[in-house]
């Protein structure tokens, strides 16, 4: 099926078996309200993410990571290009910042997907009391928001996202207004989380040690209109543990090697 322009062709099989998303030639602009101005965002953008793989996209301020995840989503339209998505349902999404409901407590928040498509009470029930455990947040089940630490609220955000067991999760610099301890603590939640569920997670960020931290292979992208100027393994062995990782020299390698590339990277 040929998708290109202007479409997303989700549950449209990319080329390869065992890829998840496909991202080709993607071109992205803005206009502004008298049709005069155009910011081009992205400008060919290319990439691929395997099933069950774990990508992490950084670059520079305003390069158009956000826009990027934003066509993912299905929120923005492409110029041009393709994007495959091999999935029946839209990919679920953490926002930079934790977008809770205030007036739901922490339980209903998890909830929500749920009750949008009608699951029974019952199974409403079980599925958050599990996505509850799984992020540390059962003994705040009936708290409201006010009642959060920022960290507890982004915690919800991805409960809330893993609730309805999409296969494909979008994280938006979901812990960029976190300390840097807090930070830990979710990222190490994070990956085992993903150990246990196997998802493919596309997680942009800011912090170069947060992508190796987490990923199987990071994007880097070049100033605005962003495009992608490296793809990196990282080699680190599964399970890991986010405070070990930096005893490897590899580690500061890698760091090393990506800022040169962010430091390096041409205006466009
Ligand atoms: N809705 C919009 N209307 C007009 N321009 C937009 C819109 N959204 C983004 N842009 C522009 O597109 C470019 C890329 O923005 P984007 O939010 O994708 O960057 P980013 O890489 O996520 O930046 P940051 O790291 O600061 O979050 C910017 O120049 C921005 O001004
Ligand atoms: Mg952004």
């Known amino acids: 099926m040929n998708l290109a322009h202007s479409q997303i062709g989700r549950n449209a099989v990319p080329a ?17 309200v008298s049709g005069d101005r155009i910011t081009l965002a992205a400008a060919d953008v290319n990439f ?8 992490c996209i950084v670059g520079p301020s305003g390069c158009g990571k956000t826009t990027v995840l934003r066509i993912l989503a299905g929120l923005e339209q492409l110029l041009s ?8 349902v839209p990919p679920a999404m953490v926002f930079q910042e934790a977008s ?13 997907p749920l009750s949008l498509k009608g699951v029974s009470r019952q199974k409403q029930r079980e599925r958050v009391d ?7 947040l059962t003994e705040f089940a009936d708290a409201r ?19 309805d067991d999409r296969d494909v999760l ?37 912090s170069v040690d947060e992508a190796l931290t987490l990923a199987d292979r990071v994007l880097v992208m070049s100033p605005r209109p962003g495009t992608i100027i490296a793809d990196l393994a990282v080699p680190f062995e599964r399970p890991r543990d986010v405070v070990e990782l930096r005893r490897d020299k590899r580690f500061w390698d890698l760091t090393y090697e990506v800022w040169r ?3 390096t990277s041409p205006e466009r």
């Open 16 to 32: 390869e078996p065992g890829l998840a998303i496909e991202v080709r030639n993607l071109v992205k602009a803005f206009y502004d």
């Open 48 to 55: 691929t993410v395997r099933r069950g793989e774990f990508v």
């Open 81 to 88: 290009g393709e994007v495959r998505i091999d999935s029946t």
């Open 100 to 112: 809770v409901l205030p007036w739901l407590t922490v339980a209903q928040n998890v909830a929500f």
């Open 130 to 136: 599990e996505l509850l455990q799984l992020t540390g």
């Open 145 to 163: 928001p006010h009642q959060l630490s920022g960290g507890m609220k982004q915690r919800v955000s991805v409960a809330r996202a893993l609730v």
């Open 170 to 206: 979008l994280m938006d610099e979901p812990f960029g207004a976190l300390d840097e301890q807090t930070r830990f603590t979710l990222q190490q939640e994070l990956l085992s989380i993903w150990e246990r569920t196997g998802k493919t997670v596309v997680f942009i960020t800011h």
């Open 261 to 263: 590339l962010l430091a």
